[in-house]
């Protein structure tokens, strides 16, 4: 880009954030980062540069969720599923967290930003395991943006983790079966004591959930790109448009309005 078209880029992205600003913001948003692959692989490059230029774009996203004041982003980074890739692209994901960590962990804790895991990260080599705690520890008081980040997440593992920690509580006698609803069910799910998100995101023009938030996205308003936004390319100015569309929209929750 020339320095002509960064101050027009810049420009509309200021009057866009302008435009989001106006209206109530979501409070939770979700992203299923998808297209690093596909990105590479059309610059026939291989995988793992797109997933680099893929943690490029998640930095953007996540400054300009702290400049909106988002209250919780929750990031789909590894799926229970993605085990099934080639141990190379596993090392490399791996390997690209861990950098991610160290590079931007000051910075993050510096914008008030709070790390949370979505996700059973015991199942990752002790070295990453390691970053990641640390991470949440050092911004642990934080009380700004809430980064969740979904690390060898599941849907269907998280309502089933859930499960067996109820039938825990029930054995110890501190639950019961009558006492089971809605909101306690919500306490046991990795989003415990948070809202459910108001808006998912996926690029890469694949229309599908993947295994991701499925007990909390119920009333989730979904925003899928067109097919050739591929998660590398999805920018600031992307984020906001997603969340114009999202402000258009009118949330009836079964109800009439
Ligand atoms: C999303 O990009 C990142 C992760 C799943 C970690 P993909 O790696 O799924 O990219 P595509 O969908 O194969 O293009
Ligand atoms: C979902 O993307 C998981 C992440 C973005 C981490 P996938 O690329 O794994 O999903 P599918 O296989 O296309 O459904
Ligand atoms: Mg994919």
Redesign the pocket.
């Known amino acids: 880009m020339n320095f002509k078209s960064i101050f027009k880029f810049t420009k509309t992205t200021e009057k866009l954030m302008k435009k989001v600003q106006e209206k109530p913001l979501p409070q939770h948003v979700a992203i ?4 690093n ?1 596909r990105w590479a692989q059309k610059k026939g490059l291989p995988r793992e540069i797109g997933h680099r230029y893929g943690s490029e774009a998640l930095k953007e996203i996540v400054k300009m969720s702290v400049k909106l004041d988002l209250k919780y982003l929750t990031l ?4 229970t ?2 085990w099934n890739r080639p141990q190379k692209e596993i090392n490399a994901l791996m390997d690209l967290l861990i950098e991610y960590l160290q590079e931007e962990l000051e910075e993050l804790d510096k914008n008030n930003i709070k790390i949370n895991v979505l996700g059973d990260i015991s199942k990752f080599p002790i070295h990453v395991q390691k970053e990641v705690n640390y991470a949440i520890e050092k911004t642990f008081d934080n009380d700004g943006l809430k980064l969740n980040i ?1 690390l060898n997440y599941g849907g269907r593992d998280d309502i089933l983790r859930a499960v067996k920690n109820i039938v825990k509580d029930i054995e110890l006698g501190v639950l019961s079966i009558g006492d089971i609803n809605e909101k306690n069910f919500n306490k046991y799910l990795y989003t415990a004591d948070m809202p459910d998100p108001d808006l998912l995101i996926r690029t ?1 023009g ?1 229309y ?1 959930i ?3 938030l499925l007990y909390q996205m119920a009333y989730t308003e979904l925003w899928f790109s067109r097919p050739n936004l591929l ?1 590398p390319d999805f920018n600031q100015r992307d984020f906001l448009k997603a969340i114009l569309d999202y402000q258009g929209r009118q949330r009836r929750f079964g109800g009439l309005k």
């Open positions: 299923i980062m998808d297209g692959g789909f980074a590894f799926s599923e993605n979904a890469s694949e599908r993947s295994n991701f998660w």
